[in-house]
Structure formats: structure tokens, C-alpha cells
């Protein structure tokens, strides 16, 4: 069995290369589902071997040779595309002895963007490409995808394998499509790729409140597509949020790995490197847009992030013009998510009655399983005094969050609720405002 330190790496190397394991596969291989299982056997391989002879000094590249000689092996044992074997035998002579794999620059750079491009085809459903997306890029088990679209397990297991099977059986290959055809596909490409760094930046499920790797990621591929294609402002504006909210990353967390809310955050931890690059991307959107070229919903929650990175403490949140660009995203794209924020900013630019107002307003069944929306009511409930409604809305939160890290903060805020209901309890002192949540449309 592997040692903590072993496991440790494995897990490492398999959440930052899985993707660009699979990517580069399947441009090799023309077949998405063998390309998974060959990752998955190289990690099998590594679960295996690392133990005995110890962590190779290039995980990376050791993976992809072993998933490479894994597909010469299956590709001879089933005596068939005698071409691709000689293809993936001159591939693997070229990566040994194991450089690194950023320095094959003619494909591997971009193969995990070419999997987004071909995860969003058009022969594929808006479900299907954002789970199998989550599952190749993401590297999401399917039981947390299907958490995630409040589905159970073997229905996402089949969208999952019918979408693979749409793939093969259309013969498509992993290119990246020009003209019209990538056109059509951008919109997908940014909502998927929003919803990589949404799982990243609040988890939908597990130990952890965040998992900066796919924070990461989903930053690069959005420089990446911005670089593809630099006259779309709403490209430019995708990358500006998510290196604006990526900023705050460092200082979501305290020592011990428990959630810290906006509030309280010190704002001398978010990465000031970000701030700058997402800033900069924004007013790169700014400018083509002032050409005429029309922006869209990542524009405004690109502005609202702005406004946040902009102000040096909480109190200096210019809340009022936040709630502005949140009712202009009303009218934009218009769904729970960006109801539930929007209360969030009129709650506190107008007091928490006009929060409340805004919830109000939102069916019952809004957001139905998530925390979001009680976690909200909660808040505002909590900042109008009103203790013991707080205290429900915070426990029905935390019974329905699959995260470990966010039931621990919402179980201690309806605590904090109950004792300040009490008689003689002095009021809870600074409450903290919820930290935005961050939701691509059809996620909720």
C-alpha cells in the first residue's frame, strides 16, 4: 500500500494531467472513451509501481508514456488500425526518456482545449456536453456529477456513456473547428469551462471547500480560448472573472482549511497578480466592445468581480452600483442563481428587507437541493434580526450541502442564530456576508 507521501503525489499527478492525458489520447486514438480508460490505467499503473520503485521524477510525463504503451498493447491485441499502432510506437519513442510535456508544444498545450471544443458538438445535448466535460476535464467522478445536476448516479452514468457513444459513432475527431462551426460552439466552450472553475471554487461535494486545481485550469483554458479567438469581448470578459474571483482563492480558507466568508477575508491575501491580469482582460473586453461588438453576462459579472477586487476592505464595496449591474444580469441571463446574488447586493446596498424582497419573489422549488438559496435567506434573516428564522434557513443550508467543509460553517452559523434568539443573548456581532456564489446558466 502507498505511503501518505506516495498517495499524495498520485493524486497530484492525476488531478493536475488527467485531462491532458485524455485529451492527447484521443487526438491519438480518434475514440474519447478509450482515451479515458487508457488514462485510467495508467493511473492503475501508478497506484501500482509508484510505491515499489518510488515517484518517477516527471509524474506527468511518466503517465502519458505508460497510457501510451497501454494503447499499443490494446490496439495489437485486438489486431486492428495497424497505422494508429505505428503512430502511438513513434509517439512514445519521442516522449522517452520522459521530457516534460509542456515541451511538446505542437499539440499538448491545447489538446485539453481541443476536448472542451469537442465535448461541446452540437450532435451532443447542453446536459450531456457540460457532464461529459466535468468528467474528461474536470475529472469528476460521476456520482459527484450527478450530485451536482441533483440526478442519480446511474442516470448520469448513462448520459455520461450515450454521449461517448454519439462521438464514436459520428466519427468525429479532435480538431479544434474554425469559422461558423467554432462560432457556434463558443458559448458552450465558456459555459463549460465556467463550470470547471465553479466546481473548483466552491466543490460540490467532499472534504474540501475549494479545489484550487481546477481553479487553475479552467483559468488557463480561458486564456487559451481568449488567445484563439482576441476579437470576442465576452472571451476576454470570461477569462477577467474567473482571474478576478480566482484572486480570492488564498483567502477563502484559514490554516485549518475552514471556509472564511467575504467579510472576513484579508484582502492582503488575494493574489494581486490576478487582480491585475483580470483587470486587464476586462478592459480588453471594454475595448472591442466600444467597436460596436455586444458583450453579454460575463461582461456584468466580470464588472461586479471588479468592483469587489477594487475595494481595499469590505466596508469600501461600492454595493449600490454592484446591485445595478446585478439587475441589469437579471435582464441578461436571467435565472435563480443571479436572483439569489442579486439579493445578496440589494440586501446589502438597501438593508435586508430589500434582500428579502428580491427572494420573495423566486418560486418555492427555486434551486430545489441547494444550499444556495436557504444559505442566502439565512443571511438576510440573521442581518434584520430576525434570530430563530435565521437559525431554520441556515439548517435547512447545511442539510442540504453535500460539502463537508460548507455543512460545518452553515451547522455553527444556526448555533450562532439560536443564541442570539435567546433571551438576555446579546446580539452576534459582525455577521459575514455569504461569498458570491459562481454559476454557469444550467448548472442550478
Not at 482545449?113 to 466535460?133: D, V, W
Not at 470547471?196 to 466543490?203: I, R, S
Not at 445595478?324 to 438597501?350: F, K, Q, T
Request: aromatic content about 4%; some cysteine.
Amino acid at each position: 500500500m502507498a505511503d501518505a507521501t506516495t498517495a499524495d503525489a498520485i493524486t497530484a499527478a492525476w488531478r493536475l494531467e488527467s485531462a491532458r492525458l485524455v485529451g492527447a489520447l484521443t487526438r491519438m486514438t480518434r475514440d474519447v472513451e478509450l482515451a479515458e480508460d487508457l488514462a485510467q490505467d495508467a493511473l492503475v499503473a501508478a497506484l501500482e509501481q509508484w510505491p515499489v520503485h518510488g515517484v518517477p521524477d516527471n509524474p506527468a510525463a511518466w503517465l502519458m508514456t505508460t497510457a501510451k504503451r497501454r494503447g499499443i498493447d490494446h490496439i495489437r491485441r485486438a489486431e486492428t488500425l495497424r497505422r494508429k499502432t505505428h503512430e502511438l510506437a513513434h509517439a512514445a519513442e519521442e516522449v522517452s526518456p520522459m521530457p516534460d510535456l509542456e515541451s511538446q508544444v505542437d499539440h499538448i498545450e491545447d489538446d485539453v482545449l481541443r476536448l472542451i471544443f469537442l465535448c461541446c458538438h452540437p450532435a451532443l445535448t447542453p446536459e450531456s456536453r457540460a457532464a461529459l466535460t466535468l468528467r474528461l476535464v474536470g475529472g469528476l467522478t460521476t456520482d459527484e456529477i450527478a450530485r451536482g445536476f441533483l440526478v442519480p448516479g446511474p442516470t448520469m452514468g448513462q448520459r455520461i456513456s450515450r454521449a461517448k457513444r454519439t462521438l464514436a459513432e459520428a466519427g468525429i475527431e479532435l480538431e479544434l473547428p474554425t469559422g461558423a462551426e467554432r462560432a457556434q460552439r463558443l458559448d458552450d466552450v465558456m459555459a463549460v469551462i465556467y463550470l470547471v472553475f465553479t466546481e473548483g471554487y466552491v466543490a460540490t461535494a467532499g472534504d474540501d471547500w475549494a479545489r484550487p486545481d481546477l481553479v487553475a485550469e479552467a483559468v488557463r483554458l480561458a486564456r487559451l480560448l481568449a488567445e484563439l479567438t482576441p476579437e470576442e469581448p465576452e472571451v476576454h470578459a470570461l477569462q477577467a472573472l474567473l482571474e478576478l474571483q480566482g484572486s480570492r482563492l488564498p483567502a477563502r480558507t484559514d490554516a485549518d482549511g475552514a471556509p472564511v466568508l467575504l467579510d472576513d477575508q484579508d484582502r492582503a491575501r488575494w493574489d494581486r497578480l490576478l487582480i491585475r491580469r483580470g483587470l486587464a482582460a476586462l478592459r480588453r473586453a471594454e475595448e472591442i466592445a466600444a467597436r460596436g461588438v455586444p458583450v453579454g453576462r460575463y461582461y456584468l459579472q466580470a464588472a461586479i468581480a471588479a468592483e469587489h477586487a477594487k475595494a481595499d476592505t469590505a466596508a469600501a464595496t461600492d454595493w449600490p452600483r454592484i446591485a445595478r449591474l446585478y439587475d441589469v444580469l437579471a435582464e441578461a441571463a436571467p435565472g435563480p442563481v443571479v436572483e439569489v446574488n442579486r439579493a445578496v447586493a440589494h440586501g446589502r446596498a438597501s438593508g435586508p428587507a430589500a434582500g428579502l424582497a428580491v427572494l420573495a419573489d423566486l418560486p418555492p422549488d427555486a434551486l430545489r437541493d441547494s444550499p444556495l438559496l436557504p444559505g442566502v435567506r439565512g443571511d438576510l434573516l440573521s442581518r434584520d434580526g430576525r434570530h430563530a428564522e435565521a437559525a431554520e434557513a441556515f439548517a435547512e443550508a447545511a442539510r442540504r450541502t453535500r460539502n463537508a467543509s460548507e455543512r460545518i460553517l452553515l451547522e455553527r452559523r444556526a448555533r450562532a442564530e439560536h443564541a442570539a434568539d435567546r433571551p438576555g443573548q446579546p446580539d452576534r456581532p459582525g455577521r459575514p456576508d455569504l461569498d458570491e456564489a459562481s454559476a454557469p446558466p444550467g448548472r442550478s
